[in-house]
């Protein structure tokens, strides 16, 4: 295994290949633990995470749902409760999906944040900074303030109910930066935390998650000139290879350089803030 290749996996913690179903389960008994013990270890009383209706924030939300009922079943009641936020900007083309997610998670409250207006407010006294980008440009710097409302929403919402927010990142997308600073990269916690794009799709089909879910192509849908984008094309690289370059498996050059240059490049959003 070539020596960066070994580094990167080191410094993620990417959980081991799984080799049957009964690692999906295993992972999934630990992470809901985890969460526990998170949540009891910070005296709060609720978890938030924002639903999209993709797999990831799926198995999240659900293990979220399955730990604080756990919680209250064994301490005889307790105040403990999962919140699913929906933070739509303006139609959704994939809302049906998002949809389908809450259905699965079954959530114990679930509320809904438009940001497009809040977008608007921020990017309106802006727009003579906006205007001259390139659409891809733009659509960058919008995205990333999309993904930041979207935060704060939720922040917003885990102050108001004493809780933790969840993040839904995992070793394929941390290793490529693929998050927005700030944004969904900044929470309290993250459940998936070491898994491979393949072992989330795992879990998620363990614990029962509709078909068409376990196996959507992933999306931020962050941009405008191009809705519904998928990770793998602004990757310029497919899960596949990610999952096997972080299993330590050989990769195509062009991939294992793409992937390498990604992880170098996105350092700054996995450190703390620079510091004399």
């Known amino acids: 295994m070539h020596p960066a290749q070994q580094a990167i996996i ?7 290949p799984f080799t049957g179903p009964q690692d ?20 709060a009383q609720a978890l938030v995470l924002g639903i999209s209706g993709g797999v990831d924030s799926s198995v999240a939300g659900r293990l979220a749902q ?30 049906a999906d998002a949809q389908a ?23 309106g006294p802006l727009v003579d900074l906006l205007q001259p980008l390139p659409p891809a ?46 944004g969904d990269g900044a929470c309290d916690l993250q459940p998936l935390a070491g ?34 984008l998928p990770d793998e094309a602004a990757h310029g690289v497919g899960y596949t290879a990610i999952d096997a370059f972080l299993h330590g498996q050989d990769v195509d050059a062009r991939d294992f350089e793409r992937i390498v240059r990604a992880f170098e490049a996105s350092g700054h959003k996995r450190a703390l803030p620079a510091t004399p």
Do not use: C
């Open 10 to 16: 080191g410094s993620l913690h990417v959980v081991p």
């Open 24 to 43: 999906a389960q295993a992972q999934i008994a630990r992470r809901i633990a985890f969460i526990q013990q998170t949540l009891q270890a910070s005296h």
């Open 66 to 95: 399955l730990a604080v009922q756990d919680l209250r079943q064994r301490s005889g009641g307790g105040a403990w409760r999962f919140i699913a936020v929906r933070l739509p900007y303006q139609a959704q083309f994939d809302e």
């Open 101 to 123: 997610a809450l259905a699965f998670v079954r959530a114990d409250e679930v509320r809904t944040v438009p940001i497009e207006a809040g977008v608007a407010a921020l990017a």
């Open 137 to 182: 440009l733009r659509d960058r710097v919008l995205g990333n303030v999309k993904a930041r409302m979207r935060m704060v929403a939720q922040y917003a919402i885990a102050n108001a109910s004493d809780g933790l927010v969840i993040g839904t990142d995992h070793a394929a997308e941390a290793v490529m930066g693929f998050f927005t600073k700030f």
């Open 195 to 228: 898994l491979v794009k393949g072992q989330v799709r795992a879990m998620a089909q363990a614990l029962g998650a509709p078909q068409h879910l376990v196996h959507k192509t992933p999306t931020a849908d962050l941009e405008d000139s191009r809705p519904g």
